[in-house]
């Protein structure tokens, strides 16, 4: 029998490649199961050529580090072939790693094909050398490297497909793997190598025409080391690749979710915006269409909401609706929609069992607006206007439904505020006009349409003329002039009255300096301030602004508020009308005797004139009860050391009446309409401002 020996360091760079193809083969194992597509096979076809000739060459160095004391070759075909049944099994193993599953039946199934596959791989390399006589194999021996081969396939399939997937610590994990793995194989080969006898007399037939050894090794070697290497590699680059394209993925996926909440809710309160309302309206409608049963749209608008805004500032404004927001969406069921459409405007979308319920909804929306809110510690109130609309009924489309119950907002608006109303079709027809005069109204403050109109002011002690009374007027377009309360209501409940005011005071300034370059210097222009105007911030500021501007005396300007106005909230008006009779502007109290009448405020007060409302001149004549009022109103301003001023005055009687009471000034079309400044009749008076 011919003793072999073994070359050991080929022996150690078999061991070596045998560990580099495990780790290769559950490296291309995790590429393929993350691929899709076309890339899944390509994976496959590499990773089963780069793994097959990874085992094939761990045997054929094995083979190669084996030497008899006779000269050795190997055949090419049978090498060949041996080297694509390695590549086969190789295809065969990344295909059953590269399923969903693997149940163990298949698993086995597997192991054995493997197993056998590699053993004939190796058994035909031996074959290879085609000695004569042919080689004996020990039979324990050569069961045991089958049952090796067998074992060691079903360990290697078991842990590919456990570690095929990226997890924590998998790359430590693989190449402890690959090391038993590669183990395992090289332990099949020299068990194979062992059971080999090779009687004496025996000679290589492959050696005079097959592969030289020493060439063999290094070519197999090298070429093995450089596909296997080249496969690791590529599949490390495609992982790393497919990492940051995940990392990218995943990141346009959150800047997507972030864009499509951003698109779809307020960015304020987080509601549903305007947007993702008209959608859940769609659904809403579609349900009812498929299971009938019916929902209501209530358009909520706060009252007071911009008062709150203009005099504590906008950071309180935002603040309040975000509690406001929190509040009423904390009573939200799952089926509910609350959106913010606009700056003091939400939508309330709510499924109802009865059309009636909608009744109980509203009371409820208003019951919870109407509690205070605690904002930089102030109780701050607001209360609501709703419009209400009901599906199916009040509108074919969402967009209809909502106009519809913004009709009915302002009509709940229209009669007094925090209360709601139903929709009618004849709210329809004004809302379309209001919407329309909206949109005239911005128009008309961007092109300057507006213009003031000033009716004279007479002391009653002679007709002298002591000043005017600034007038505001509309001049539309294609309806001419309009009268102030044709829009000043509407400028007023958009807010577009504070722009316009502060017009109304620049351009009646403007021309009270004209008057006062022309010898007028003893006359004060008045300016009506509205509600919203009064509560505004910044009004100290711009009456101050404004007189400096115009180079002219605070006494030259009087500012007529409403009784009602000085007492909504009398505390905070004090202050206000205190700071502007500091600065020395005159103030009036307009429309005296129709409010509230507090003669515990009003003695309080910095007021300089009392203003007796029209509405009680001109029954004067007729009736008693008016003319009792009016001395009263004249007795309590004389008590109090304030100028009276009536308007209205048409007649003679009405004049001397007045005059007779006590009143300091006069005012009506007895003694001059309203008119441009250029129409008065300012040269006819005389330097003592008297008419001639």
Not at 4 to 33: F, K, Q
Not at 337 to 354: K, M, Q, S, Y
């Amino acid at each position: 029998m011919l003793i072999g020996s073994y070359n050991t360091t080929l022996v150690l760079v078999s061991l070596l490649v045998a560990i580099l193809a495990s780790y290769t083969a559950l490296d291309l194992a995790g590429r393929i199961v993350t691929s899709k597509g076309r890339a899944v096979w390509l994976w496959m076809a590499g990773g089963s050529l780069a793994m097959g000739m990874g085992i094939w060459s761990m045997h054929f160095i094995g083979m190669l580090a084996f030497s008899l004391p006779i000269p050795l070759g190997y055949d090419l075909g049978w090498t060949i072939l041996s080297f694509l049944i390695a590549v086969a099994s190789s295809g065969l193993a990344l295909f059953l790693i590269s399923q969903k599953t693997l149940p163990r039946w298949q698993l086995l199934c597997g192991a054995l094909a493997m197993g056998l596959g590699i053993a004939c791989m190796h058994y035909l390399g031996m074959h290879a050398m085609l000695m004569s006589p042919g080689i004996d194999y020990q039979a324990g021996l050569f069961i045991l490297s089958l049952l090796i081969a067998v074992l060691a396939s079903g360990a290697a399939l078991w842990i590919a497909f456990r570690l095929r997937r990226h997890s924590p610590r998998v790359l430590q994990l693989r190449l402890a793997a690959s090391t038993v793995m590669g183990c395992a194989i090289v332990g099949m080969h020299y068990t194979g190598m062992a059971a080999a006898v090779f009687p004496e007399g025996s000679y290589c037939g492959a050696a005079p025409s097959g592969l030289d050894n020493t060439w063999m090794a290094i070519l197999v070697i090298v070429v093995t080391l450089a596909v296997t290497g080249i496969a690791l590699l590529t599949s490390v680059l495609d992982a790393r690749l497919e990492a940051r394209t995940s990392i990218l993925t995943r990141s346009l996926t959150a800047a997507n979710q972030e864009l499509t909440q951003l698109a779809l809710h307020d960015n304020l309160t987080r509601l549903p915006n305007r947007m993702l309302l008209e959608d859940r309206t769609l659904q809403a409608m579609a349900k009812v269409q498929r299971e009938n049963g019916c929902f209501a749209l209530l358009f909520i608008d706060l009252d007071g909401f911009k008062p709150i805004n203009d005099a504590f500032g906008h950071h309180t404004g935002d603040q309040l609706l975000r509690e406001l927001a929190a509040r009423l969406r904390g009573q939200l069921r799952n089926t509910d929609t609350l959106a913010r459409i606009g700056g003091d405007e939400f939508v309330l979308l709510v499924e109802l069992a009865e059309r009636e319920d909608a009744v109980t909804v509203a009371g409820n929306q208003l019951q919870l607006i109407s509690r205070p809110f605690n904002i930089d510690q102030h109780d701050l109130r607001v209360s609501a206007s709703i419009g209400i609309v009901l599906y199916p009924g009040d509108g074919t489309t969402g967009h209809e439904l909502l106009i519809n119950a913004d009709a009915a907002m302002y009509h709940a608006k229209a009669n007094g505020k925090n209360g709601y109303s139903f929709f009618e079709q004849s709210m329809n027809i004004n809302a379309r006009k209001q919407l329309q005069l909206l949109q005239d109204l911005r128009i008309a403050q961007e092109e300057r349409q507006f213009i003031l109109y000033y009716q004279l002011k007479f002391s009653a002690d002679g007709q002298r003329a002591i000043g005017a009374e600034a007038l505001l007027r509309w001049q539309h377009p294609e309806r001419g002039l309009l009268m102030p309360d044709e829009f000043i209501p509407l400028a007023e409940r958009t807010g577009l009255i504070i722009g316009i005011g502060e017009w109304v005071l620049d351009e009646a300034c403007r021309q009270m300096r004209e008057w006062h370059d022309m010898g007028h210097d003893d006359w004060r222009v008045a300016v009506n301030l509205s509600a919203l105007q009064f509560a505004h911030a910044g009004l100290v500021r711009i009456v101050a602004a404004t007189l400096e501007r115009h180079d002219l005396p605070a006494n030259c300007l009087t500012l007529e508020i409403t009784e009602s106005t000085a007492m909504q909230d009398a505390d905070n008006s004090m202050l206000i009308l205190g700071e502007l009779a500091e600065m020395g502007v005159d103030l009036s109290i307009d429309d005296f005797g129709t409010g509230y009448s507090s003669l515990l405020y009003l003695k309080r007060l910095p007021a300089n004139e009392l203003k007796i409302d029209r509405g009680f001149v001109s029954d004067l004549e007729q009736d008693s009860d008016d003319a009792a009022i009016v001395s009263a109103i004249v007795a309590l301003g004389q008590a109090l050391n304030l100028r009276i001023v009536a308007e209205g005055v048409e007649t003679s009687g009405q004049r001397d009446f007045l005059t007779d009471l006590g009143c300091d000034s006069l005012q009506g079309f007895l003694l001059g309409k309203p008119m441009p400044a250029d129409k008065l009749p300012i040269q006819a008076l005389s330097r003592d401002n008297r008419l001639d």
